[in-house]
């Protein structure tokens, strides 16, 4: 098994477009493992942290000395689902 984070670019898409996109990406994952995840939207430092303690991803914070804005999460087993429509909205 790799210990080398899963990278997903997320552009310059809007945080909103950014959390249905991810969440589809998590749902394919193994608990535990780690995503960096490139994110231009300025509102990604406060959203991803507020949208992980949502659904119970472990947020483990900017990832130093990335190219480009880039965050890291950790997958978990019992993740809180959210709207199919909604990435804020508990399901």
């Not at 998590?26 to 949208?51: E, F, N, Q, R």
């Not at 978990?76 to 689902?81: K, L, N, Q």
Request: net charge negative; proline share 13%; glycine share 8%.
């Amino acid at each position: 098994m790799s210990t080398d984070p899963v990278v997903i670019d997320g552009g310059d898409r809007s945080c909103v477009r950014l959390l249905l996109e991810l969440r589809e990406h998590l749902a394919g994952l193994a608990p535990g493992t780690v995503v960096h995840l490139i994110a231009g939207d300025p509102a990604a430092p406060i959203d991803l942290p507020a949208w992980c303690h949502l659904t119970g991803h472990a947020y483990l914070g900017p990832v130093d000395r990335a190219p480009a804005p880039t965050y890291a999460l950790r997958v978990t087993a019992d993740a809180r689902p959210t709207a199919p429509e909604s990435p804020w909205r508990p399901r």
